[in-house]
């Protein structure tokens, strides 16, 4: 017979993350964003749930399954989340509605997330892309949702399939989302910095805002600095924020005449022992000459984050 109380702290990390379907990222953000439970800790730091802990968290997750924000039902009581559940699921029992991520395969949320930019649905994209963060490791949405979503948009774009409105409408969407990412993955102090930005002219943001995020997902500290930015601007705040890497995103083709030089300054104007990464198409197509400067050019985010996984190694 088990005398242990519900409220007993008794379950680690692992556990909790295997039985409510949350992923150890999205608890510590919940928990530190939101303070959905206060989990005990051991004498060695090792954060403990109880079982009541792991009752709510299933609730939670299954009530912004339904649809909704974990800010708006963070601070309910045991019963009223209960309650909403209970009325969200039945109606998603009516014919047609989406069923819960939990299992749903990579390829399921691409699937999902792509009729929501093809339906102009940004809200149902943003929630379909929160959802497959709460079930999915962070590496997976990016690498088999994100990338992909954004290749397919541009494919679609240059076929006529979709306009500037759908394009616009679901960057908006996926860029609120990383942010989202960014500012809940809790790397812990200590970190090494990682800082993303595009170089002047370079209005295109998604691809240094994925960096910051890839950097996030290997354990560094992501710092998104935004697109546009000129060369004195990008050291001086990399020289500040004592940043082990600095990540450029090179898009547009009309801003190639310009790209030499600005890294040129970019490069000479920082310390020897921070590292210079560009990725982006432009940068790739300019890859010899930028790596004559100094300066590691990368095709992937996956090669980011192998690159800072060997950077780490080193530190």
């Known amino acids: 017979m088990n005398n ?3 409220d007993s702290p008794r379950h680690p990390v692992r556990i ?50 339904g649809g909704r924000r974990i800010s708006q039902v963070a601070l ?3 019963e009223e989340l209960q309650r909403l559940v ?8 009516v014919p047609g509605a989406p069923g819960p ?11 999902r997330a792509q009729r929501a930019v093809d339906e102009m649905n940004s809200g149902e994209l943003e929630r379909i892309l929160t959802r497959g963060a709460m079930a999915l ?8 949702v994100i990338v992909p ?59 240094a805002l994925l960096s910051a995020v890839s950097g996030a997902a290997e354990g560094w500290k992501g710092i998104f600095l935004g697109p546009d930015l000129p060369a004195e601007e990008i050291v001086s705040a990399a020289i500040q924020l004592e940043v082990r890497v600095v990540a450029l995103s ?28 560009l990725g982006g198409p432009l940068a790739v197509s300019e890859e010899k000459a930028l790596i004559a400067e100094g300066v590691e050019v990368l095709g992937t985010f996956e090669g980011l984050r192998a690159s800072l996984r060997e950077l780490g190694f080193q530190s």
Request: charge should be neutral; charged fraction near 25%; include cysteine.
């Open 4 to 6: 242990e109380r519900p």
């Open 16 to 65: 909790v993350a295997g039985r409510t379907g949350l992923t150890p990222a999205v608890l510590r953000a919940w928990e530190r964003r939101y303070g959905v439970v206060l989990p005990s800790r051991t004498e060695g730091g090792q954060r403990l749930y109880s079982d009541d802990d792991v009752l709510r968290l299933s609730l939670l997750r299954r009530a912004v399954e």
């Open 76 to 78: 309910m009581s045991m």
């Open 86 to 93: 209970r009325e969200d699921e039945a109606q998603h029992r």
């Open 101 to 111: 991520f939990v299992g749903l395969p990579a390829v399921g949320v691409l699937e």
């Open 137 to 144: 490791p962070l590496p997976t949405v990016l690498n088999e």
């Open 149 to 207: 979503l954004l290749q397919r948009m541009g494919t679609a774009w240059e076929k006529g399939r979709i306009g500037p409105a759908h394009e616009h409408l679901a960057s908006v969407s996926i860029r609120r989302f990383l942010e989202w990412i960014l500012g809940t993955v809790d790397v812990g102090n200590g970190a090494p910095a990682l800082l993303a930005a595009t170089p002047t002219g370079e209005r295109h943001e998604l691809g």
């Open 250 to 277: 090179c898009f547009d083709p009309r801003t190639r005449q310009a790209l030499s030089g600005e890294i040129m300054k970019i490069r000479s104007g920082l310390p020897a022992d921070i590292h210079l990464v």
